[in-house]
């Protein structure tokens, strides 16, 4: 105890620019607590609770919950499946990951989705419980290998449950739900790819460097509003008949110009790791006669993409804040959903910093739940650390 307060004592007011500093930080951190206390207290959030089901899955027709609410519960049985087998979290970081999950919850929760959240809550501390106890058996290793599969297989699972029976239009898909599907269908694409254009840049062949090259600037060239625009009006007239890129797939249009994106700016985090592989390693493989596949799989790739995963989880976060630009494409996603809410609602007029900022708490959550996890396996690889 007296070790603690030595080490705060030494910390917060050791010197006279300690003591300064603290005065300063706590006077600025009680004004910001203050207002924000005061906006939380005297808004009118009847402007939310009113339209939760619009902030999660859009223009999604009546009936069709059930196809947000199976993708959260596979999600929610995967995530914390893997938090036992593959992270093994601490505590406290199980304490944080329950309080993201529980504030979502809370946004979302209405009477007609009460026994929803009670299975999904009952599915996620079944899954960790599960995966507790088969991770003290013989089982862990193709259970290991049945999760791994599960996570390669989750975006066509996705579409399948969107799709079957005559499923909603793209189009019509929107809200929270709209911007994970274009979040994980971005990263899922673009990270394989951008490791593709990555090696590609980074290759001796001149043809295959030329291409990747043009690639990745052109792509970073310009904003991805751009590009957005770019799916909209000009995509359609390349590939008209292949793609059937007509007015009811802008949301594949969308997919596909993130993926597109997120390549390209994966393909430069490699490379940068890429670059960081002693020449001597290379020289070693070469001399051993390992063949290219061999030495990629095995030397180059693991110890390149464990120094860039700072960075990746970065660019991961960046693209899934991204994909609240899509509503160029009038696409009714959750920063949508929460613009038009006030203007289509008179009873609402005036009520939308209220919406916005529940949206904003959306983005936050999810983006400092990618922040942990990539502090977490930054960690548990040691990096940083000799």
């Not at 999600?75 to 304490?95: A, C, H, R």
């Not at 209405?110 to 058996?137: E, G, H, R």
């Not at 700016?265 to 290379?282: C, D, F, N, W």
Request: charged letters at 10%; aromatic letters at 14%.
């Amino acid at each position: 105890m007296n070790q603690q307060l030595k080490w705060a004592y030494n910390t917060f007011s050791g010197s006279f620019y300690n003591t300064l500093i603290t005065f300063l930080s706590l006077v600025i951190f009680g004004f910001i607590a203050s207002n924000l206390f005061g906006f939380i207290s005297t808004s009118e959030w009847a402007v939310v609770s009113a339209n939760k089901r619009l902030l999660l899955v859009g223009r999604l027709p009546q009936g069709e919950e059930w196809r947000a609410w199976s993708i959260l519960w596979i999600s929610s049985f995967l995530i914390f499946s893997s938090l036992k087998i593959f992270v093994k979290p601490s505590i406290k970081e199980l304490i944080f990951i329950t309080i993201i999950f529980a504030s979502v919850c809370f946004i979302f929760i209405t009477q007609d989705a009460i026994f929803n959240v009670i299975i999904f809550s009952t599915l996620s501390l079944s899954s960790y419980l599960f995966a507790k106890y088969i991770s003290q058996t013989p089982y862990i290793t193709i259970f290991r290998k049945l999760l791994a599969f599960m996570w390669l297989t989750i975006i066509p699972l996705i579409f399948l449950i969107l799709l079957i029976e005559d499923g909603p239009k793209p189009t019509l898909w929107g809200g929270f739900l709209l911007n994970i599907i274009l979040a994980g269908v971005a990263i899922s694409v673009g990270f394989p790819l951008g490791l593709l254009f990555a090696l590609g840049r980074a290759s001796q062949l001149p043809a295959v460097k030329i291409v990747c090259t043009i690639y990745i600037e052109t792509i970073r060239g310009a904003p991805l509003v751009g590009w957005l625009l770019l799916a909209w009006f000009v995509l359609p007239k390349f590939l008209p008949e292949f793609w059937n890129l007509n007015e009811t797939s802008v949301v594949i249009r969308a997919m596909i110009i993130l993926s597109a994106f997120t390549s390209a700016y994966t393909a430069e985090v490699i490379r940068g790791g890429l670059q960081s592989i002693p020449k001597g390693q290379i020289e070693a493989a070469d001399s051993l006669n390992l063949n290219l596949f061999t030495k990629l799989t095995l030397i180059v790739l693991p110890q390149a993409i464990r120094v860039v995963i700072p960075a990746l989880i970065s660019t991961f976060i960046a693209v899934f804040k991204d994909t609240s630009l899509v509503f160029v494409l009038a696409l009714t996603d959750l920063l949508q959903v929460g613009r038009i809410i006030p203007e289509q609602d008179p009873e609402f007029f005036g009520k939308a910093l209220e919406a916005l900022s529940v949206v904003a708490f959306l983005f936050w959550i999810v983006s400092m739940a990618l922040s942990n996890l990539s502090t977490r396996v930054e960690r548990s690889m040691g990096i940083g650390t000799r």
